[in-house]
């Protein structure tokens, strides 16, 4: 791993997306510009040639930014491209082989959908951070059900605590106010950032009301 470590502070985290009118590497220039700091490169479509590429030109972008850049799934392609670190789901890789294949210092993202998912990751003891939801439905995801409660939120938080959890699951602009009424660390955004194939339309805002939050913490 020789990118950027991920600032956990950041209460935006970012997902480029298939849907969109501009490729992830652009996806991920538009998003540095605009001042996300912690990005994911995701795609279910692109085949393995064409990933590695779009990562290793977003972590030239990112390196240039001072940004953090996490692979979805593909272990090979973070650990080629020279990315932060993976994000892997429920079902996909095993946490502990990519925790072995990055190395030290390579960041493991995990998602959870329930308590005893939570549980398992705890037990594992290699994610750095977690993805938690689906808060609501997502038109990225639209396979995951049921939707977590506030309750469900609220115990797999503080059994995961003190690693840092990012909710998930068709998010908006409205929902930072979740970050003190659970304690999260923030949000993960994907086709809100958006208009239909349109990247972005809304990514300025969501940089500015992550930043209101910063000036309020600090």
């Given amino acids: 791993m020789n990118l950027n470590p991920p600032d956990f ?6 997902l480029t997306s298939d849907e969109v009118d501009l490729s992830h590497s652009q996806q991920v220039q538009s998003m540095c510009r605009s001042g996300v700091r912690l990005i994911q490169l995701r795609s279910k479509v692109l ?3 064409l990933l590695f590429e779009e990562a290793k030109k977003s972590v030239e972008i990112c390196k240039t930014f ?10 090979e392609v973070a650990s080629r491209s020279g990315a932060s670190g993976i994000h892997l789901g429920y079902q996909d890789a095993s946490a502990a082989h990519a925790a072995d294949l ?3 210092g390579g960041v493991i993202g995990e998602t959870v959908h329930s308590l005893e998912e939570a549980k398992e990751v705890r037990k594992r003891g290699v994610c ?4 938690l939801g689906p808060v609501r439905e997502s ?26 959890v990012y909710l998930i699951g ?10 003190e009424s659970y304690g999260v660390t923030g949000i993960c955004v994907c086709s ?14 969501f940089v500015e009301q992550s930043d209101k939050l910063k000036l309020v913490k600090a």
Avoid: M, W
């Avoid at 502070?9 to 970012?14: D, G, I, K, R, T």
């Avoid at 809100?192 to 339309?201: A, E, R």
């Fill in 9 to 14: 502070n950041q209460s935006l985290y970012c």
């Fill in 47 to 49: 085949p393995f040639d």
């Fill in 66 to 75: 001072g940004a953090t850049l996490i692979v979805n799934d593909f272990i």
């Fill in 102 to 104: 990055l190395g030290k």
């Fill in 128 to 131: 750095s951070y977690v993805g």
């Fill in 139 to 164: 038109s990225t995801k639209r396979t995951l059900q049921p939707r977590l409660t506030g309750k469900e939120i609220k115990e797999i938080i503080h059994l995961l605590n003190p690693i840092p």
């Fill in 170 to 179: 068709g998010l908006g602009l409205s929902d930072f106010n979740l970050l």
């Fill in 192 to 205: 809100g950032l958006s208009k239909g194939k349109q990247f972005g339309v809304h990514l300025q805002a």
